[in-house]
């Protein structure tokens, strides 16, 4: 995980350079916020995932411009899902709210990214189509890949 993320940090540097922006990776969450998320989401995390925000506590832009990269909540402020059994779901995919934890939006583009408790996998959501990730270090891989040759 650490060179996923050495590599997602470098992408997003050279990129924010090459287009005048502030790119803010979050300081690593320490264990009392990792644990005090899992007992808000009744829920373990994944290993990688729970790796990734010890590292790196989510992203963000500071300078209003479109993001290249899904911006990944820091853990305080990942959303936590409602008390009431949400029955809605996702365009044609099937993708049910009440088996997901959002972790990361580009609401104006109707993007988000969820981790699936049910199948273990990261689902990358964008207006109807869904791309699966095996976890969210396939996903991370990708992503960084991806912004590299932006």
Do not use: C
């Not at 899902?81 to 972790?103: F, K, M, N, S």
């Not at 990358?124 to 990730?133: G, I, P, S, V």
């Amino acid at each position: 995980m650490d060179v996923i993320v050495a590599r997602l940090t470098t992408a997003l540097r050279t990129w924010a350079d090459a287009h005048a922006a502030t790119v803010v990776i979050g300081d690593p969450a320490g264990e009392p916020a990792l644990a005090r998320l899992e007992q808000a989401l009744a829920w373990k995390l994944p290993a990688d995932y729970r790796a990734f925000l010890a590292l790196a506590d989510g992203r963000r832009r500071d300078d209003g411009t479109e993001s290249v990269m899904i911006d990944l909540f820091p853990s305080a402020r990942m959303p936590v899902p409602r008390d009431d059994d949400q029955r809605e779901t996702l365009g044609e995919d099937d993708i049910a709210l009440d088996h997901v934890v959002i972790i990361g939006a580009v609401p104006m583009h109707n993007l988000y990214v969820f981790l699936d408790k049910t199948s273990g996998e990261t689902v990358k959501w964008m207006q109807f189509d869904a791309t699966r990730f095996s976890d969210f270090t396939a996903f991370l891989t990708a992503e960084a890949e991806a912004l590299a040759s932006a």
